[in-house]
């Protein structure tokens, strides 16, 4: 079982699913996996309440799966859902890309290209657990210049929804398609810094989708009958 540290600040179930959340998007739980309110809160230092309450935060983000009679397990994906998700990203990330423009900057451009090559070298060094967390980092970096709350919101909560995946298929990319990903990201900071609206859309989309594909060649097989 992942290490997670005793909860002791005063919202208990706040603390919980921040720590919840962070493992199951940090790959600590594989998809699938049991979450025991009671292990789990012996874990954390608290009582099997604010678990209870942070299973069920997190099943309402589509962390978690919440089975009647069978307790709590990490949420899987299917490629439909895989699908559903991915279509309603490349609406709102194309947004994003919008706001972005009208906000654009010298200091937002140079912030974002620092990032990107941050993002190359861990990629020529193979580091798949930094070059995560630097997409990350673009990617939060890039809604900030929406100054739009709610949409980073929203945004947020959906890929954290496959941010398990993200990685699991960020780490099983071969050197050169390392490479090539960290790549991708200098490609998009180019299209919105070019200011042609439909050239940016466009490469935010080819972005999800390729992000999608990878996800979706990690997933199992349906069983027979599932189609």
């Known amino acids: 079982m992942p290490g997670l ?5 005063k919202s208990l179930a706040d603390r919980v699913v921040d720590q919840l959340r962070d493992a199951i998007q940090n790959g600590a739980y594989a998809p699938g996996d049991r979450l025991v309110e009671r292990r789990l809160a012996a874990e954390l230092g ?3 309440i604010p678990v209870r309450e942070a299973l069920t ?5 589509g962390l978690v799966e919440r089975l009647p009679r069978r ?3 990490v949420a899987a994906i299917d490629a439909k859902e895989l699908d559903d998700l991915s279509s309603l990203r490349v ?3 194309q947004y994003v890309v919008e706001r972005a423009m009208q906000n654009w900057t010298a200091e937002a451009d140079a912030t974002l290209r620092a990032i990107v090559a941050e993002m190359e070298e861990a990629a020529e060094a193979g580091d798949t657990s930094r070059l995560f967390d630097l997409d990350v980092r ?3 970096q890039l809604w900030a210049l929406t100054d739009h709350a709610m949409l980073v919101d929203l945004v947020a909560q959906l890929r954290g929804r496959i941010s398990l995946f993200l990685r699991a298929a960020t780490v099983a990319l071969e050197p050169q398609a390392l490479k090539a990903h960290a790549a991708s990201h200098a490609a998009l900071v180019d299209a919105i ?5 439909p050239t940016a859309r466009e490469a935010m989309a080819a972005h999800i989708q390729v992000a999608a594909e990878r996800i979706e060649a ?3 097989a349906p069983a027979d009958g599932d189609g």
């Open 5 to 9: 540290e005793p909860v002791t600040d």
């Open 46 to 48: 608290v009582s099997h």
């Open 57 to 61: 935060r997190l099943a309402e983000e």
């Open 71 to 73: 307790g709590s397990r």
């Open 91 to 93: 609406v709102l990330e």
């Open 138 to 140: 673009f990617h939060e």
């Open 193 to 197: 810094a070019g200011g042609d609206r």
């Open 218 to 220: 990690g997933l199992p």
